[in-house]
């Protein structure tokens, strides 16, 4: 993947245990229990455990009173399991709609909706941004007449009331297909198309919902049909077309917290007509100039079927850049990097990451769908699913909705029926539904991702999760410390890494209290055993069900306050650092790598850690490496996480040459690197480094799957095979070799 990057503005850059029984003087099956140490049972292994299939989104049918397909509606989930609807035309009889519906997810009935107040005008292509849990906050778009909007309106989902605030300060121009993203109080409003000549709005401006008023208008990024949010205290766009209506590919985000204009409440009472200047006649974006549109003799600037004000703008303003560091990365090929111009996109944000689901279209094959994630941390796109893992090619999807947690998405469209003339008919009414869970996609949830303070988006992904915040820092400050220091009073010990050999480690991967309720003797010696790790008692009751549990039911580490979990060291110091700081992120010392966090997946299935498991799937499936794809393989079996386990098995297929080489290869138990050498298809060849690079597979992409050169691969490979080479045209090779691979 090649990147470039600019920058501008001010300012610094920034198993279940379920079945174990607990009770007074009960042992558990598959421990032993001496006069001074507990041993926890190990990893449970796979005979012993059902295999959940693979993650499939189901596709339901809703009823009631279903929406056509409109266009240019606002589609927003609002909490309670419910998603509304607002606005629109239909794309058959161009009326535009000012109705609110709402769809219920879990009967799946759509309702139109009963409002009172002060209704506005039907609308399209404006922007509904949820508020404080229960209110909408509607503004801009274009009414029945193709005038640019630039009000507010706010609807109550409680009492279904509407009302329109008074605004003050410098009102910005009317505007459509725009992007709005609320924070810290603020609505920000970044784009769009604007004035008679429908030119692009490169503006950011914000209205302080604490006071009502606008700020002036910066100099941003001229976007429309965009999205855009907020994380890490910076603003971010994506997609959309540009003023030459391109569709872009870029990333840019502006630094909100470096600039006090973005802080401090704004002045209000100047014109935004005084700011502008003459400027050379905007660009049409439809090929012809529109006739102005007429507003009747006396109208104090309210339209037809409308109760907000417009601005309409004729010409542009020079505006200052906008104050704080602004990044803009351009993502040019990569064979996980998305195409803007094929298929239809729908972007949103999760856990740090900006999403973009590749849905099928008259413009891309099935195969070509996907659902992409954009690590905005490290500036790197990976590629979660394939399409036919996720999307029915007989359907076509219109809108997207995402839960403020970040951990369900879902997509609104209708399935193709063929016509008496054999024309597909898919555009009738938003009668269909696809929910889709984004955790068994290995995101966390906005509650469990952080923040991290850097100063550019570039910087690694190296700092201890904000949920644990400032309490979780002076918590690790007192882990593994000696009692005098950090009033420890319990020990813990493992097994030692550097005395357990491959297979001792497979047979601690899959030992199962099922398959023997004895413990191995030779792990039972102290010559086995780690140096002690010093904890809190209360600190593990509170974090780890099962310790408090075992604890309860007072057996000898009870009384020796002593406990070794059968697990490597390294692994157990990385389990016992979490319960502290609820991170699993590296460490130096107490979580060095992915062999670490692979065995913590190992662990949260055992002692049903649901928390844990997501971070560890995570972070597993955004690191993986060569060194460690077949040990992840391997755990993730062992935990049921087909997700992450079908994905590290076409990582460790793709780079197979480098990834037998490995250490975490060798360490593999026979059973193990039989069962993922079956894994390669029939049909599946090893080819070369060479021809490797040129379809992308070092990459993570596949040999003979996209790309404009894999077919001239194909060739050479079968010349290569049958050795004729030679024979074929010269011409036809030079040819193919200029050809753009991507």
Known sequence: MHLQQTGTGSGP??????????????????????????????????????????????????????????????VTYCGNNQIYAFGGFDQYTDEVYNHV????????????????????????????????????????????????????????????????????????????????????????????????????????????????????????????????????????????????????????????????????????????????????????????????????????????????????????????????????????SGPNVPSPAQGTHFHCYSSGALLDFVTPAGTIRPSECNLSALELGAQQWQKLAEGPEIFDSSYRWHYCAVNEDGTKAWLLGCAMENSDNGAANFEEYLSDVISLDLQEFGLLGNDLTWEPGIETPRTPVNHVTSKSGSLGSNLAAMFDQSPEASGSDFIITANKDDQIDDDDMSAASSFSPMDNPQTPQSLNTSARISDPIKVHRLILQARWPHFNRMYNSQMS?????????????????????????????????????????????VMSDVYDMPDLRLQCVHRLSRELDVEHAAVVWERAGTANEEWLRRRAATYCLTHWGRVVRTEGFKSLSRRSMIELMEVIDVDGRVIGGEELEVVGGFGGGKFGVGGSGSEAVRRRARAQESHVGEDMDENEIQDDEGMEIN
């Open 557 to 601: 580490e009870f009384h020796t306050k002593k406990l070794h979990i059968q697990e490597p060291y390294t692994v157990v110091r990385a389990f016992l650092y979490y319960l502290y700081t609820d991170s699993i992120e590296r460490h130096p010392e107490y979580c060095p790598g992915l062999a670490e966090v692979a065995g913590l997946l």
């Open 101 to 332: 519906l709402r769809l219920d997810l879990d009967d799946l009935q759509w309702t139109l909706v009963d409002n009172y107040g002060d209704i506005p005008g039907v609308r399209m292509g404006h922007t509904a941004c949820l508020w404080q849990g229960s209110k909408l906050l509607v503004y801009g778009g274009e009414n029945e007449h193709r005038e640019y909007l630039s009000d507010l309106v706010i609807y109550d989902l409680k009492t279904s009331h509407w009302t329109q605030p008074e605004i003050r300060g410098s009102i910005p121009k009317g505007r459509a297909r725009h992007a709005a993203a609320v924070y810290d109080d603020k609505l920000f409003v970044v784009g769009g198309l604007a004035g008679t000549e429908a030119y692009t709005l490169d503006e950011i401006c914000y209205l302080d919902l604490k006071t009502w008023t606008w700020s002036r208008s910066w100099s941003f990024v001229p976007r429309f049909d965009h999205s855009t949010w907020v994380w890490g205290g910076r603003i971010w766009v994506f997609g959309g077309l540009g003023p030459d209506m391109e569709r872009t590919g870029e990333l840019w985000s502006l630094d909100l917290k470096s600039s006090p204009a973005f802080r401090s409440v704004p002045a209000f009472g100047i014109s935004e007509s005084t700011m502008e200047r003459p400027g050379p006649s905007p660009r049409s974006h439809f090929g012809q100039h529109p006739q102005t549109q007429h507003v009747p003799a006396g109208s104090s600037g309210y339209a037809a079927n409308s109760s907000s004000v417009q601005v309409r703008g004729s010409s542009l303003a020079a505006k200052s850049v906008a104050p704080g560091a602004i990044v803009s990365t351009k993502f040019i």
């Open 13 to 74: 850059q920034q198993a279940n245990p379920g079945h174990w029984n607990f009770g007074q003087g009960m042992r558990t099956p598959g421990s032993v229990s001496s006069n001074n140490t507990y041993l926890m049972p190990t990893s449970p292994s796979k005979r012993a455990r059902v295999c959940k299939d693979s993650y499939k989104p189901k596709i339901a049918r809703t009823c009631g009173q279903r929406p056509a397909c409109l266009v240019n509606a606002s």
